[in-house]
């Protein structure tokens, strides 16, 4: 089986959907499968070789120009590399890989991981469609993509291939009790609603500090509230960190007390994985597919997206019960197997071969055969 990969980019920038498309391909080659990525490149690139795997550059840029572009190169790309399956990751990659399916002779799998943008509907374009969770799932199939095109593989990335395993990292000397999120500085993330929370528990809790570990374009906003005249008045913009990307963010969820995910949608929430494994206590949004991520309540408590005063009440809870905090740090750490690499990549190779599975089928039938259905 040849397998090709479609990202945008392979930058180690903490992007969720790339992270797990590297992860597959590595895992994927150490099957003995024949693997290759297309993407505009990054410092993966290095990790893909070392694996063996072929790294193609294909500029998805969406200007007119450049689509054009893009479209001649894919065509090369699988004129020289002839793949059995394409896995399109990203919407640009879907409808190019799309455009050519006849042509090349291949299967398109395509994954959904954002599913709140409105561009996810063009995933649907390929063969088999794999979500992320069950409430993917079933957003999908509301906007109307057939039942028997989808595959839930629920998403996991422990004990990837991109990074060491979590007893090896070296937990910061973090201010304690802990409060920390590792997210994207965006508004759907909810780093708005946690800063307001982490304001109205400040005072019960003098010695808390929040942690906000990511970059994105709304951080100058969030800035700027932290400096305001309200928050520098108590003192919080000395107990509310911004750290910016963190290329190993373990470190700081080994030693966080409390981790938040206050997202207002979230098709899985990847980063929820690795808080488990820390062994932090968790809350997070009642939303999309958190609740899976979260074994439905047994490992972290839900809260309602939007809504900073119930987020405050429940870190409340947390710092002011220290059984309650260890409960939970230890019920977050449970059950974790499930979330490996490894078994995503199980799942996704189960949907590769059923694709082949039909293709060779298809491919030895005779014409008179298609016809008659004999």
């Known amino acids: 089986m040849r397998i090709l990969h ?6 180690k920038i903490g992007n969720g959907i790339v992270n797990v498309a590297v992860d597959l391909a590595c895992l994927q080659t150490k099957k003995n499968l024949d693997v290759a990525v297309a993407s505009a490149g990054g410092e993966y690139e ?18 007119p120009v450049n689509m054009i572009k893009a479209a001649w190169r894919y065509r090369e790309i699988i004129k020289e590399f002839q793949p059995d399956i394409v896995h399109a990751h990203m919407m640009t990659g879907v409808v190019l890989a799309g455009i ?3 042509s090349g002779q291949y299967s398109l799998v395509s ?3 954002n599913e709140f943008q409105r561009s996810a509907v063009l995933m649907g374009l390929a063969d088999r469609v794999i979500a992320v969770s069950h409430a993917v799932a079933d957003s999908m199939i509301h906007r109307g993509i057939p039942a028997k095109k989808l595959r839930v593989v629920a998403n996991g990335t422990l004990n990837s291939p991109r990074h060491r395993k979590i007893q090896d990292y070296q937990p910061l000397p973090l201010h304690h009790p802990a409060i ?16 307001e929370a982490f304001n109205l528990i400040a005072k019960d809790f003098p010695k808390a500090h929040l942690y906000l570990v990511g970059d994105g374009p709304d951080r100058a906003m969030f800035e700027n509230i932290i400096n305001s005249k309200l928050f520098r008045d108590k003192g919080l913009h000395q107990r509310i960190h911004f ?18 995910l206050a997202s207002h949608c979230e098709s899985f929430g990847l980063v929820l994985t690795e808080a488990r494994e820390a062994g932090c206590a968790i809350v997070a949004s009642d939303i999309d597919g958190i609740p899976e991520t979260l074994d439905h309540r047994q490992a972290g408590i839900l809260v309602p997206p939007k809504d900073s005063q119930k987020l405050a009440n429940a870190l409340a809870q947390l710092l002011s019960d220290t059984k309650q905090l260890q409960k939970w740090k230890f019920r977050a750490k449970q059950n974790l197997e499930r979330f490996s690499a490894t078994r995503v990549n199980e799942e996704t190779l189960n949907v590769y071969r059923e694709l082949t599975r039909q293709y060779n089928v298809i491919r030895t039938i005779k014409p008179r055969e298609l016809v008659t259905g004999k």
């Open 180 to 195: 920390t999120t590792v997210a994207g500085m965006y508004t759907r993330k909810g780093i708005g609603e946690l800063i």
């Open 243 to 260: 750290e910016g990307f963190q290329p190993e963010p373990q470190r700081y969820m080994l030693s966080t007390d409390i981790f938040v």
């Open 6 to 11: 479609i990202t945008n980019h392979v930058q």
């Open 111 to 113: 994954t959904v991981h």
């Open 46 to 63: 290095t990790l893909l070789a070392n694996h063996g795997i072929s790294h193609f550059k294909l500029d998805q840029s969406r200007t």
């Open 100 to 102: 050519f399916k006849n």
